[in-house]
């Protein structure tokens, strides 16, 4: 059989563009491993033609509406679909109006366990949060931990302070001789982080420290992990809080204030924007906000050379930054 898997979340010719997609990698290795002839990819449609079947696999709601295009076309053509991703899954009513295809909802038990060579792996699922702002919950409603996990340098775990001492020790010991950084890049809850995950951890060559200052009620929890973390030598080089930012609900000023609690600690905020699971575009903007302020916000605390070197009042995006102290120069590169 001919199968092709395509990356609906693949946005440009660049690399910097592409965006991984480990469900695609997923699939591709099931139909490889059964002998399937495969092409895994991004849109080629002047390619597929001779292809049996399709999968589409959407992690952003944003690239819906071309999916649907897509879909609608080889559709016409006769073929066989399925689509999945976790857009899929936040907007399943919106593509079975538009297509007459039920999409998977949630993980798919069939791809879950393909052992292969991929960029990311989850080791665990689910997260005993529910943030309104997340979608997790959605897609890995139950807490599962896995000890088949393929292994990769970037780990996708939502929350895996969440797991057991057991596994989290296992996924170490697994990991620990794994050639170059790994990122685990959700980060750590910092609700649960404790000096024997710290401990942990460190066996590990962490490519950065990863936790999440989100709201204002982890405030005691942030102040707390990023003193051990400056107790252990640890500063803004090594530790990343991502910072939710534009939420409804939340103000410019506590945005603001927890990004600059975040230097204030000596640590390296990373503005996360808000979409809602249901946006079509990229252009939500939530109550009390302008897109302007968003815009700035996420441009002033993405780049430590920014907000090092100029403040918030200051500050104008493209306007040319100040020459900074040489050594401030390096430590720009190093971030
Ligand atoms: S803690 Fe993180 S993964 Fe869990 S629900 Fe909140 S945002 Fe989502």
Redesign the pocket.
């Known amino acids: 059989m001919k199968v092709a898997i395509i990356n609906s979340s693949y946005q440009g010719m660049r690399p910097a563009d592409r965006i991984y997609n480990l469900g695609v990698d997923k699939i591709a290795q099931y139909h490889r491993l059964r002998g399937d002839e495969v092409y895994a990819g991004p849109w080629v449609p002047m390619m597929l033609g001779l292809m049996d079947k399709f999968y589409f696999s959407v992690i952003f709601t944003w690239d819906l509406p071309e999916m649907v295009r897509q879909v609608r076309m080889v559709r016409d053509w006769g073929k066989e679909v399925e689509i999945g991703g976790p857009a899929a899954t936040f907007m399943h009513t919106y593509i079975h109006k538009r297509t007459g295809i039920e999409p998977h909802y949630g993980l798919d038990d069939r791809f879950e366990h393909v052992p292969g060579d991929y960029c990311l792996t989850f080791t665990s699922r689910g997260?005993?949060?529910?943030?309104p702002?997340?979608?997790?919950?959605k897609v890995e409603p139950a807490a599962l931990e896995y000890d088949d996990f393929s292994l990769a340098n970037m780990i996708g775990d939502?929350?895996i302070l969440?797991t057991s001492w057991a596994h989290q020790e296992l996924v170490v010991n697994k990991l620990v001789n794994f050639g170059g950084e790994i990122d685990i890049n959700?980060g750590f809850?910092v609700r649960f982080f404790q000096e024997d995950h710290r401990r942990l951890y460190s066996k590990l060559k962490l490519q950065c420290w990863r936790f999440?200052f989100?709201s204002m009620e982890v405030e005691e929890d942030v102040l707390r992990v990023a003193a051990m973390m400056r107790a252990n030598g640890l500063d803004r080089h090594h530790v990343t809080f991502y910072c939710l930012i534009g939420f409804p609900g939340q103000t410019l000023e506590e945005c603001h204030y927890r990004m600059q609690t975040i230097i204030r600690l000596g640590m390296n905020p990373y503005p996360m924007r808000f979409w809602p699971l249901n946006s079509l575009n990229r252009k939500y903007v939530a109550p009390g906000w302008t897109e302007g302020e968003l815009y700035n916000m996420s441009m002033y605390y993405q780049t430590p050379y920014i907000w090092m070197s100029d403040s918030w009042e200051n500050f104008k995006p493209g306007k040319k930054i100040r020459a900074v102290p040489h050594e401030q120069a390096i430590l720009k590169e190093e971030s």
Do not use: M
């Not at 997260?127 to 943030?131: F, G, K, Q």
């Not at 702002?133 to 919950?137: A, D, E, I, P, S």
């Open positions: 997260c005993p949060h529910n943030c702002f997340c979608g997790v919950n939502n929350n969440a959700s809850d999440a989100d």
